[in-house]
């Protein structure tokens, strides 16, 4: 089983999670949404997290795989 998660640091500084969501897509989604409200002049840094069920982080006696990865900035440009 896999989890989907946004990373948030706050300022470039402060982390917060966002999550877990069921698909890449919705974990996608709510990145849009919390870039959309960022109205700061230095941006946080958001970041994807995907989290596995069952390999290598082992957390409280369950084994996990756990993979993150940055937005590029053109992700957050408007599709238009």
Known sequence: MKYFYVLQVIGD???ELHGP???ADRRDDMA???RA??????????YML???MGLNIEVKGLRHT???DSY?????DDED
């Open 13 to 15: 500084v402060e982390p």
């Open 66 to 68: 756990l993979a993150a």
């Open 21 to 23: 969501y069921s698909t």
């Open 50 to 52: 995907d989290l596995e």
């Open 72 to 76: 590029s900035g053109a992700f957050f």
């Open 32 to 34: 849009r949404i919390i």
């Open 37 to 46: 409200g960022d109205t700061s002049d230095l941006k946080d840094g958001l």
